[in-house]
């Protein structure tokens, strides 16, 4: 499969001509873990950058759909939870996200439903692997995505909309008002999702079915609304950016019809309320500037469970507790930032960090809790001869309810022009979450509950990223080779109780470890760009701790993707990643047995056409390869006997078509 692609492609490339210049994105600039603006190619972190250019490809609805073509990143797809991310080997409890700089809150089973982030003004994606904690905090340890939205849209009037044969239907529009220094942005999206199971009748428009089996649903039906409003000053020396969102979600999940006449079922009800406040001011000058960041950010999930008849489509609200549950977290930030350039050779940051999260809910210990949050951190860039750029910084934290760590860090650029060289060394931690600390929840199927003595996760990583570009009047090549390691310690993990067998609780119990390697080959030349990656990481097994079995098992992911102009108008997107089969060691009794996760491909295409300079019409398939479940096997071939041996990947091979028009 792999050959074919790279031939078509090759093909291709020789049709392929523009008349945009040929070193377009080479020099992305960059804000995520920086003292100053600057471009990618010289910060002394790898960052990683998603162009506004990739996102507009037509191909992507939400943040989980970019991410799951990413080297060094891996989904997961939960049919109600959500999708959820992986950064080298790490879970998504360790990955920070950020939208300008405000971290995501409203984590379940630690990770951030991705598939709630939506794409809309965004004008781009910055990542960055490796710790980051010194700056942003608990959670970066694993790697942080911080996204950028577009404050000043150079057009006041933008509707979209999409539709995929799998029964998705999506409408946004934007309207913007700029004048004298000033802009206004309201921005609204409804997104929704028909739900989907294998085998299920194509249907252009949602249409009402009847109450028997093929009420349920395999990929639950969800509903999304999203409601912004920006305001944004500029004058010379002064930005302001505040803004209000709120975002609202409905995911549906009927029962299957209940025996024996099959006349009711339980249905399921998720709702999910998010509500964003923030502002972002800049004071500036030519030596020194002062950043402040202000936010509040409400997250809640209702769960609720009917007893439905379906002959009467009666519904009535069933009163085990277990069945029913409201949790809500609200996030107030304060962050204050000033950075210094003495000279050219002499950058220096420090800032002060003061936040409190609060849960509330039934199944949290008394109903509510407190959780606040105080910090310290700077930063010190030192460039030598133009050449070597120190980057020392620590990172000082108190915290009301866990005794939390010291965090330094320690990073090391040498830019020799067309070479780059960089070496990093840093901590990174995860504060206890209020849930794991606080956590109540006792009926006749349950018994957990948290541990007010946790400590925090600690890791230590070490990473190398060497890079080399070479450039002429016709084509830019770019090569990277990067290599980690990570190690986590008071890793947190729900287990056994050791006072109570009959009770589950949090406690500090693993550690952990990932490393690897990846490398990318990135080709520019006139109208094309072309990127080939490949990634090999190794996870921990802690079984090797007692028994004779590897210690780390290894996984390899590649990946292909280009982008082709022919001609101004037109423009070709191809994406494919292949994600390699994963090995993992597990207890049956007293035996230890091999299983592996299967390897798949993921094959998505579209085509950009743009009608008139206010109109643009794309179209295209995604998961082309119909990749739609994988198999768990153990080393005999067998299927595991659990139930959970099919890993949902996709819903098949789809279509779709999206309409955007700009004024």
Known sequence: ???????????????????????????????????????????????????????????????????????????????????????????????????????VIGRLNGNIDLSQISLNNIERIEIIEGPLSTLYGTDALAGTINIITNKNPSF???????YETVGRYNFDFMLSNNQNHKTINYEFARNYFNGWSENQKFKIIPAEELADENRFKQWKPKEQFINKIQYNLQRKNLKIYNYVESFC????????????YSENAFDEYYHTY?????????????????????AYNSYVRQKETFYKDLTTLSSILVQDPSSQDTSSFNLMLAKVIIST????????????????ETA???????????????????????????????????????????????????????????????????????APSLKELYMEFIDINHNIVGNGDL??????????????????????????????????????????????????????????????????????????????????????????????????????????????????????NMFYKNVGRLPSFWMDEDNIVESYTDAYSLLDLSVNRRISESFIFSMGGRNLLNIKNIKRTNDLGEVHSSSNNNVPIGYGRTFFMSLNFKL
């Open 156 to 162: 006041k009037k933008i509707f979209n909309t999409y």
């Open 360 to 430: 509330r809910g039934d199944r949290i210990s008394n109903t509510s809790q407190v959780k606040s949050d105080y910090a310290l951190f700077s930063t010190m860039e030192y460039n030598l001869n133009n050449i070597i750029t120190f980057r020392p910084s620590a990172r000082f934290i108190y915290n009301t309810k866990y005794k939390a760590p010291f965090i330094p860090a320690f990073n090391v650029l040498i830019d020799l022009n067309q070479y780059k060289f960089r070496l990093g060394l840093a901590q990174g931690y995860r």
């Open 455 to 572: 400590l925090a996760e600690e890791s230590s990583n070490y990473h190398i990223n060497n890079s080399y570009t070479y450039a002429n009047s016709n084509v830019v090549l770019k090569t990277e080779v990067n290599l980690f390691y990570n190690a986590i310690t008071n890793k947190i993990d729900l287990t056994n109780s050791t006072t109570n067998d009959n009770q589950y609780s949090y406690f500090n119990v693993e550690e952990y470890k990932t490393k690897g390697l990846s490398t990318n080959f990135r080709i520019l030349i006139e109208g094309a760009e072309v990127n080939l990656g490949l990634a090999h990481t190794g996870r921990y097994n802690k079984l090797s701790n007692s028994e004779n079995i590897t210690k780390f098992n290894f996984s390899t992911d590649y990946s292909l993707s280009t982008v082709i102009n022919f001609g101004s108008k037109t423009k070709l």
């Open 249 to 260: 979600e409905k995911i549906t999940n009927l029962g299957l019809p209940r025996g024996p």
């Open 1 to 103: 499969m792999r050959y074919v692609l790279l031939c078509i492609f090759s093909c291709y490339l020789k049709q392929a001509y523009c008349q945009d210049t040929l070193f377009r994105d080479l020099k992305e600039v960059v804000v995520t873990g920086q003292l100053t603006e600057k471009s990618a190619e010289d910060a002394v972190h790898k960052v990683r950058v998603i162009s506004g250019k990739e996102l507009n490809s037509g191909l992507f609805t939400d943040l989980g759909q970019v991410l799951e073509k990413e080297l060094n990143i891996k989904l997961s797809q939960d049919n109600v939870l959500g999708s959820s991310i992986s950064i080298q080997g790490m879970s998504g409890q360790n990955v920070k996200i950020l939208i300008d700089e405000i971290p």
């Open 274 to 294: 998010r509500i964003n406040i923030g502002s972002n001011i800049d004071l500036i000058n030519d030596q020194r500037r002062i950043k402040i960041l202000l």
């Open 341 to 356: 350039g003495y000279n050219n050779n002499l950058e220096y940051q420090i800032g002060i960090e003061a936040q409190s």
